[in-house]
């Protein structure tokens, strides 16, 4: 689908200012964003397919099944529901689903159906929050150069037309979504204007201001309750048994995967192939667009492979446990934060980042292959809880393809970030338990708790080198939700059922 620019960057946004609410903050800038990016639609919003699941299979996939989460299309009375009404102008419902299936995708959550209802209040309520910064906007006489919003426009086209493979991918969608290209570019005026007017209104009421390491300190220490707390977190090993088709359908996947990358290589573009051949219905519509992704949240093999690519070369067949895939690496980008910087990782380096593209001849297991995946894990479990080696039956069983030592060791999991099946059966565990038989979309899991760390503030020590931005972030935050609820107090709102 052919998002709008600012529907996708408003869906980063989103991502910002809703990731503590899923999974809780690795650290304090995590949790303090401003409420609009530097720029629309910076990249596209990743797909979400079905093998795409996070990496930390066991602790982060999804076992239970998801919530309901309506897809980009829905019904025509759906479309036609009204959310809110704000001074007489309506938010539609069909907006509030866009943007939280747009920020599903993004951050690759799975939510449970109570998380998934207050998700959707709060998408409905950001919303509603634009609404009213527009009409300030508006009521300020704040204007936009129509040169600024023509270059973001263009970038937004262009954005569009590699995600699709290319000039003719992208008129194929044209045609698919039946839209002119002219069309389109109105739609991305109109959705330019009304995000860069509310980004200068805030820029406006809100300049930037500098903290210092002192100031920060002091104004952390007064205020602790306006940062994260460091989560629970669980010492976890793991053994994962994942059902595997026979030899016979395995060698069946690989001869059409190798069929599809000779017609690439003969000259057939990628995008058209993904489109007629790729069993990820997620994406095939796209050109097999994954958008961008950093390590940890695809699978391991594909993030191996995408990191490793060079730009615009066409993978091997690469063999997955949903069957096997051709990728190709579009571009490599690194994380930036709210205020543009690069966002760092533990080891003090930027985040990667990489944007490719897959088709996937699925292989999947049946029936019986399942049945003997599910016995087996029942067996070995029998055996870890009567006091087997849990070390030695990772090693001889465990197909866990996430970040894990030979011996299943994953290391320590924050609580907030395991799915809610693989939490509930681990909530009663002590110290050297094992757990049941545990499922996910990768196969059975079998988890031994090793060490619990619960709940704790910060120490100043472990955030001071971006504690003054995030002190900076925070009464930014403090400044404008104060503003924000001006606004509210003086509009006319009137929430309809969702």
Excluded: C
């Amino acid at each position: 689908m052919l998002a709008s620019a600012s529907r996708v960057a408003r869906a980063l946004a989103l991502a910002f200012a809703l990731s503590t609410f899923l999974a809780p903050a690795a650290g304090v800038l995590a949790a303090q964003t401003p409420p609009v990016p530097k720029k629309p639609a910076a990249k596209p919003a990743a797909a979400a397919p079905a093998h795409a699941a996070p990496a930390h299979a066991a602790g982060a996939g999804t076992s239970a099944k998801a919530a309901s989460v309506p897809s980009s299309t829905s019904s025509e009375s759906a479309l036609d529901a009204i959310a809110a009404m704000v001074n007489d102008e309506p938010v539609l419902a069909s907006d509030v689903e866009e943007q939280l299936f747009l920020f599903l995708q993004r951050t690759q959550a799975h939510p449970d159906s109570a998380q998934v209802d207050t998700l959707r209040r709060q998408v409905l309520d950001q919303l509603i929050d634009d609404k009213l910064v527009l009409e300030e906007a508006k009521r300020q006489n704040v204007v936009v150069p129509p040169a600024d919003v023509a270059k973001q426009v263009e970038n937004a086209v262009n954005e569009a037309k590699e995600r699709y493979g290319g000039e003719q991918g992208f008129r194929d969608q044209l045609v698919r979504e039946n839209i002119t290209e002219a069309r389109l570019r109105e739609r991305f005026k109109s959705d330019v204007e009304r995000q860069l007017l509310g980004e200068r209104l805030v820029r406006k009421l809100f300049p930037k201001k500098t903290v210092t390491p002192a100031e920060a300190e002091a104004w952390f220490k007064t205020h602790r309750d306006k940062f994260p707390k460091v989560p629970a977190q669980l010492h976890l090993q793991v053994i994962q048994i994942t059902p595997s088709p026979d030899s016979a359908a395995l060698a069946a996947g690989k001869a059409k995967i190798e069929g599809l990358r000779k017609r690439i290589l003969a000259g057939e573009k990628f995008a058209k192939i993904a489109a007629e051949g790729s069993d990820d219905p997620g994406t095939a519509k796209s050109g097999g667009d994954l958008g961008f992704f950093r390590r940890g949240q695809m699978e391991p093999a594909i993030e191996e492979v995408a990191f490793a690519l060079p730009i615009g070369k066409l993978s091997s067949p690469l063999k997955t446990p949903y069957g096997w895939h051709l990728l190709e690496a579009m571009e490599r980008d690194t994380v930036r934060g709210p205020n543009g910087a690069d966002s760092l990782g533990a080891d003090g380096k930027p985040i990667e980042e990489v944007h490719a593209r897959h088709i996937l001849v699925k292989v999947t297991p049946d029936d019986n292959d399942v049945d003997r995946a599910s016995d087996l894990a029942g067996k070995v479990r029998a055996q870890a809880a009567k006091g087997g080696d849990f070390a030695a039956l990772a090693k001889r069983y465990s197909s866990y393809r996430g970040p894990a030592s030979p011996d299943g060791d994953v290391g320590f999991l924050s609580v907030g970030q395991l799915q809610p099946n693989i939490r509930a059966g681990l909530e009663g565990l002590k110290p050297g338990d094992v757990s049941e038989v545990l499922p996910n979309p990768q196969g059975f899991n079998i988890f031994k708790l090793l060490e619990r760390k619960p709940e704790r503030e910060y120490e100043i020590g472990e955030i001071k080198d971006e504690l003054p931005d995030a002190v900076a972030d925070a009464q930014f935050r403090e400044k404008y939700d104060a503003w924000l609820k001006t606004l509210r107090s003086k509009a006319q709102i009137e929430y309809r059922d969702l």
